[in-house]
């Protein structure tokens, strides 16, 4: 089983920043893409950002010019960058990687980020 262990996740102000870390263990082939989803109380769950094997990256008009995600060489780590946060970023952030053959996607259990003013 693939297993996704979150980190980076807390409590900031409102203006400031934080980076979420995932590493990846587990039976991953490929990683062909990995992102971050997001699920605010009430909300559904959206997708935040990804990124593929080429570092071609998309991001959610809400957080775009101020999170980055990026992976390391090996994809077996993803980053998400936050800078700039606001009061509506508060949210469960839920890593995931996309796995060949398929595109069979693995979630992590979910970080919490809070910001406040």
């Known amino acids: 089983q693939v297993h996704l262990t979150e980190s980076g996740g807390g409590l900031v102000q409102a203006g400031g920043a934080l980076t979420l870390s995932c590493v990846g263990s587990g039976t991953l082939y490929s990683s062909a893409a990995m992102g971050w989803d997001r699920q605010a109380p009430g909300a559904e769950r959206e997708l935040v950002a990804t990124?593929?094997?080429?570092?071609?990256?998309t991001y959610d008009e809400s957080v775009k010019g101020r999170f980055t995600i990026s992976r390391n060489s090996a994809r077996d780590t993803v980053y998400l960058q936050m800078n700039d946060l606001k009061t509506e970023d508060t949210a469960v952030y839920f890593c995931?990687?996309?796995?060949?053959?398929?595109?069979?996607?693995?979630w992590g259990q979910g970080t919490q980020v809070t910001v406040h003013s």
């Open positions: 990124i593929n094997l080429n570092d071609r990256t």
């Open positions: 995931v990687f996309y796995d060949l053959p398929g595109w069979k996607p693995y």
